[in-house]
């Protein structure tokens, strides 16, 4: 049974950093692609960085780049995503999704599990 639980998720100040964490289980990251998305209040939901062996590590949206980073440790079998220099528009329900393929997609349809989702919240 494939199972996503993020953690890492809290209140930071702008200009702060947390380090979001994406625990896989019934599968290997190996194999599959991790991304993840980002969903604010009354928008929709968003990709913002996906790792893959097929794509390497990518990051989706000009608002994101040189700021995230994400990574994976497979012996842990977990993909963290660490965010610097946060800023109040980074407020959002982050999740990790996987659709036990390959490649990366930026679009919240071509992803067939989901975690349960990490609040952040960036304000002063």
């Known amino acids: 049974q494939i199972q996503l639980v993020e953690s890492g998720g809290g209140l930071v100040q702008p200009g702060g950093s947390l380090r979001l964490s994406c625990a896989a289980s019934g599968f290997s990251l190996d194999y599959y692609a991790i991304a993840w998305f980002r969903q604010a209040p009354g928008k929709e939901r968003e990709g913002v960085s996906c790792?893959?062996?097929?794509?390497?590590?990518?990051n989706w949206g000009d608002s994101v780049k040189g700021r995230f980073t994400i990574s994976r440790d497979n012996v842990k079998n977990t993909v963290y995503l660490q965010m610097n220099s946060l800023k109040p528009e980074d407020t959002a329900v982050y999740y990790c999704?996987?659709?036990?393929?390959?490649?990366?997609?930026?679009?919240?349809?071509?992803?067939?599990?989901w975690g349960q989702g990490t609040q952040v919240t960036v304000s002063s």
């Open positions: 790792i893959s062996n097929r794509n390497g590590a990518t």
């Open positions: 999704a996987t659709h036990r393929g390959w490649s990366c997609y930026s679009t919240a349809p071509r992803y067939d599990y």
